[in-house]
């Protein structure tokens, strides 16, 4: 098989070794003899992968003991109503920071227990930038924002920093930078974009706020749950949980966040470069706010679409299509993409401009 430049939001791509290793461990798990999802998830084999996984998380994120760290299911889009359950006070109210489609389906899901405010919106330029122009006050429990915004390819560069403890659902960019996880109280995070496969959702959040809500929550949803019983309350999903943990034990062996850091910007670095300098592209997310992970533009002549296409098929780069609230093209850039995959898209973007510039 050619090797194909996979730019896909989302599911991720991952390391080689990881599909291998994880391909093994469903054959013959720890030479066992038995397939890693057959095993009993109380086996001393199987909650070694779970501690050596939420382990990882703590060394490659410096996480406070404060904090726990839980591998739970329901992706990111449960994360919104557990962060909202858990989080709200006596003010039953959460602020949100509405940057794109995924913030503001956080938002609305705040209402189900409580009033959701907009602290403030980018929806009237298409979230193509981050508001910064806001004062919170003490009239909500929390602040909700999205670090990264996956369809429009934009990135809170600074989080807040105040008395308003700080949500945030960090699907797209966790382990892609460093981040001061004291500034938070509570993380969620989607697996299937930078961490492994889908079916896990990964939860940082300070210990202090277990017990500490104003309306009742559902057992499956309180934090508490799952913290009392080491992220084990009930059967937990074993295959995106290992090879989540493979990934992370790459991403502690290759030099954790400096080095992946440093190598995400000399990605994203290259493309809006090459952006920016062609009269044939438009980057659509405003500049200050650009994302690392998730590039978005357009071609400026609707008629070179479908030759640009074509020679991104011939290149075997997939994955490109641009969100359709967005259209044009979107370069996902997880931790896993290569450099030289993305020099390769900059090279096919050059060709079009020898072409046709
Ligand atoms: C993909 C994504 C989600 C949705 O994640 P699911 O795990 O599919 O629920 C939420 N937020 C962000 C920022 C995302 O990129």
């Known amino acids: 098989m050619p090797k194909v430049h996979n730019f896909s939001a989302g599911p991720c791509i991952l390391p080689n070794e990881v599909f291998e290793k994880s391909a093994e461990s469903i054959l013959n798990f720890n030479e066992s003899g038995l397939s890693l999802i057959e095993i009993s998830h109380r086996s001393t084999d199987f909650v ?18 404060e904090y726990e760290v839980l591998f739970l299911q329901g992706g990111a889009s449960l994360g919104f109503l557990t962060a909202a359950y858990n989080l709200m006070g006596s ?16 938002a609305k899901e705040a209402s189900f227990m409580g009033t959701s405010i907009t602290i403030a919106s980018s ?34 560069k600074k989080f807040y ?15 892609s930078r460093k981040v001061n996880i004291e500034d938070f109280d509570l993380i969620y995070a989607g697996a299937q974009k930078n961490m492994g496969p889908a079916g896990t959702t990964l939860y940082i959040c300070k210990k202090e706020i277990f ?14 749950t799952h913290s009392d019983k080491d992220s084990m309350f009930n059967t937990p999903p074993v295959f995106p949980i ?42 659509t997310a405003n500049i200050e706010d650009r994302s690392s992970m998730n590039v978005t533009f357009t071609l400026t002549n609707d008629a070179l679409n479908e ?24 370069a996902s850039m997880y931790n896993a993409m290569p450099y030289e995959s993305v020099n390769i898209l900059v090279e096919i973007m050059r060709e079009l401009e020898n072409k046709k510039g």
């Open 48 to 65: 070694a992968v779970m501690e050596e996984a939420r382990k990882l998380v703590r060394e490659i994120l410096n996480v406070p003991d």
């Open 91 to 106: 003010h039953k109210t959460g602020g949100y920071l509405v940057t794109g489609a995924w913030a503001k389906k956080a």
């Open 123 to 156: 929806e009237d330029k298409n979230f193509n930038y981050i508001p910064k122009d806001y004062t919170l006050e003490n009239n909500i429990d929390y602040f909700h924002v999205t670090s990264n915004n996956t369809i429009f390819g934009t990135q809170i």
């Open 161 to 175: 920093k105040g008395d308003i403890p700080l949500a945030c659902d960090m699907s797209s960019d966790i382990f």
């Open 211 to 224: 017990g500490k809500s104003s309306v009742p929550i559902p057992t499956m949803l309180d934090l508490k």
């Open 242 to 283: 290992y090879a989540s943990m493979l990934n992370l034990r790459w991403l502690k062996k290759i030099g954790g966040l400096s080095f992946i850091e440093k190598q995400n910007e000399k990605k994203s670095d290259l493309i809006y470069k090459q952006i920016d300098d062609s009269s044939l592209f438009r980057g």
């Open 307 to 330: 030759t640009f296409n074509k020679m991104l098929v011939e290149a075997n780069i997939n994955g490109l299509k641009g969100h359709r609230s967005v259209g044009g093209f979107r």
